[in-house]
């Protein structure tokens, strides 16, 4: 059992406060470092499966979560302006032990960052180096300090620095725009509930949130340059999408939030190396998967507690990353090969793939369509109950 750890944790994502809140409950010291003013770097909407926020009821986040989200009841699927399926989540509610939740990426932060204790997150603070002896590693922060550590977590998303992540990174061919609707611009459905939208090398999520509000996301395929980040990203994405969907024209031509964004999205390749010496990785850093089957925070909330948990049962902090990267690499493997398949297939341009995945999305109901992920759902169970059991016995 290693002793208590000094550990230092780069990046405020929801990697980063996942691991910060999971070493903070395994008993050890944390510091999490941030080169942004606001944790917020994405914005938007992030939906939760029920591996995501049961990992944040052990980590005490639950009563904030309970606040700022909505458990989502209904699905319908759409060809455009076709209705193709509506089901009720409630059959795969119950197969995997909960609801879809459904909440803005920026709130689960702050929640996130409340929890942990605003004297361990030094915002606007960017780690430029990391070195390493036998016994430590030492960080130079953009502030002029050099910060020492047990163990360095990396959670410094896609582009890592302190893993060599960026190197990598590989274009999916497609971008996301995103935003948040209030209450009068909202479009008209259902409480609790998800539409998705589908066409021709496009895609559209629009989810309902508590407070009148929804978030919407548009996938569209567009070759990496082709993004405009301006004002006009909005006009942009309005242009490309014209004439899909009633609904879609809605969403963009409503007032947004400030939240809107264009995101060309990246992944990785399976990686080899996700630790260096007292250096671990976590979420984006090692495991970047695209977001059409929305795994990648859910998966970063599991590294956590696996990463944090891993630390405290082992020897030396060596063994620990060890057992840690053998225990989750072949199931992250896998989970990036199920979203490259499915983006493939959902984003689509080829009308004999569209033609199959329609029929299949008519004759199927909600578990069937989500049945890739429910393995890594029910899979990380057993991860949750060991942290929480231990946690329990108010072990270290
Ligand atoms: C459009 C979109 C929608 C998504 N939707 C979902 C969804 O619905 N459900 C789901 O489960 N997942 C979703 N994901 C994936 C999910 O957001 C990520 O997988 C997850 O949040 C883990 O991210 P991270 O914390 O590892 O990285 P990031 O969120 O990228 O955080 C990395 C942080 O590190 C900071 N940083 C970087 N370098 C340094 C440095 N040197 N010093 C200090 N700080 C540094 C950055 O500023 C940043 O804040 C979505 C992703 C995208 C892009």
Known sequence: ?????????????????????????????????????????????????AHGYP?????????????????????????GNTLLMQDSFDA?????????????????????????????????????????????????????????????????????????????????GYGFWGGVLESKQCVEMPPHTLYVLFGLG?????????????????AHRMPE???????DKISQIKELCQGWSTMVDHVLSADQTSENFALPIYD????PQWSLGRIVGIGDAIHAMGPTSGVGANTALIDALCLAQN??????????IETYEISRKPLMGELQQVEQESAAIKLSS???????RNQKIQQASVSQLLDKIKPTILGSRESIKRFHNTIQKGGV
């Open 268 to 271: 990785h390749r399976p990686m």
């Open 311 to 320: 630390l405290s049962e082992n020897q030396s902090v060596f063994s620990a």
């Open 1 to 49: 059992m290693c002793a208590r750890l000094n550990i230092a944790v780069i990046g405020g994502g929801i990697a980063g406060l996942g691991a910060a809140l999971a070493c903070q409950k395994k008993g050890f010291e944390v510091t999490l470092y941030e080169r942004n003013e606001f944790m917020n770097n994405i914005g938007g909407g992030i939906s939760l499966f």
């Open 202 to 218: 496009k895609m559209s999520w629009i989810l309902t949130l508590p407070d009148d509000r929804q978030w919407w996301y548009v």
């Open 92 to 172: 795969f509610s119950k197969e995997v032990g909960g609801p879809l939740q459904s909440c803005l990426r920026g709130e689960l932060q702050s929640a996130m960052a409340t929890v942990l204790g605003t004297e361990h997150i030094h915002l606007n603070t960017t780690v430029t180096s990391i070195t390493q002896d036998e016994d430590q590693a030492f960080l130079k922060l953009s502030t002029g300090e050099i910060a020492d550590a047990d163990v360095v977590i990396a959670a410094d998303g896609i582009r890592s620095r302190a893993l060599g992540g960026s190197a990598s990174r590989h274009y999916t």
């Open 350 to 356: 080829d009308l004999e793939v569209i033609q199959k």
């Open 225 to 231: 340059k082709g993004f405009i980040q301006s004002a």
């Open 55 to 79: 990992a944040l009821d052990i980590l005490g986040v639950q009563p904030q979560f309970d606040k700022i989200t909505d458990p989502i009841q209904n699905y319908a699927a759409y060809d």
